[in-house]
């Protein structure tokens, strides 16, 4: 079972930077996928980043591509999300996700562990 935490959420004027971590107690995520979900008061939550622990091969969403970068630290089982530039349509409630796979998925029904979320706020 794997138990994962977020932290660095907080609020930003647009066209700032924030870094998300989240920590995973697992003994290894070499055979896992991670990735990160959002969602905005009212909407669905929405498939953001994801990362083949294994290969390092990454995968991202339309809207952010070239400013947000996932990546990962292997010795400390933590995933990073790097968000640049800012917008205030990234205001949302932030999630790690992780599955024992060897494929990203953009789904949320396909990642059995979860988060607590990390709340993210960019001002206009």
């Known amino acids: 079972q794997v138990q994962l935490v977020e932290s660095g959420g907080g609020l930003v004027q647009a066209g700032g930077s924030l870094r998300l971590s989240c920590a995973a107690s697992?003994?290894?995520?070499?055979?896992?996928?991670m990735a990160w979900f959002r969602q905005a008061p009212g909407k669905e939550r929405e498939f953001v980043a994801g990362?083949?622990?294994?290969?390092?091969?990454?995968y991202y969403e339309d809207p952010v591509k070239g400013r947000f970068t996932i990546s990962r630290d292997n010795a400390k089982n933590t995933v990073f999300l790097q968000m640049n530039s800012l917008k205030p349509d990234d205001t949302a409630v932030y999630y790690c996700?992780?599955?024992?796979?060897?494929?990203?998925?953009?789904?949320?029904?396909?990642?059995?562990?979860w988060g607590q979320g990390t709340q993210v706020t960019v001002s206009s």
């Open positions: 996700a992780a599955d024992y796979s060897l494929g990203v998925s953009d789904s949320a029904s396909n990642y059995d562990y």
């Open positions: 990362i083949n622990w294994s290969s390092g091969s990454t």
């Open positions: 697992a003994r290894t995520l070499r055979w896992y996928i």
